[in-house]
Nanobody
Framework: QVQLVESGGGLVQAGASLRLSCAASGRTFSTMAWFRQAPGKEREFLAA????????TYADSVKGRFTISRDNAKNTVYLQMNSLKPEDTAVYYC??????????????????WGKGTLVTVSS
């Protein structure tokens, strides 16, 4: 059974940093990704990473502030978020797929999803 478990969310002030983690289990994935959904808004792609090559893709909205990485030994993907802004407030979701690449993850969607972790950035 596939499980994606996010952790690391919380309440921070603007300008702070947070690192989200996503522990994956249950099968082998080609690509892992992070999405977020703010209240009243559609889900937004943030970043994706290829499990084997570490090739990455980022949304323009977070490029330069967020960094996705993975630890194969721990089956864990991370999202390092720096210079957080109030508009980064959202539920952050980890996603995985066995066929997607980082380049098409945003366009075609992902098959497996975590339950999300809330990030709140106060001004």
């Amino acid at each position: 059974q596939v499980q994606l478990v996010e952790s690391g969310g919380g309440l921070v002030q603007a300008g702070a940093s947070l690192r989200l983690s996503c522990a994956a289990s249950g099968r082998t994935f080609s690509t892992m990704a992070w999405f977020r959904q703010a209240p009243g808004k559609e889900r937004e792609f943030l970043a994706a990473i290829a499990w084997s090559t570490s090739s990455t893709t980022y949304a323009d909205s977070v490029k330069g502030r967020f960094t996705i990485s993975r630890d194969n030994a721990k089956n864990t993907v991370y999202l390092q978020m720096n210079s957080l802004k109030p508009e980064d407030t959202a539920v952050y979701y980890c996603a995985a797929d066995s066929f997607r690449t980082p380049q098409n993850a945003a366009r075609y969607g992902m098959n497996y999803w975590g339950k999300g972790t809330l990030v709140t950035v106060s001004s």
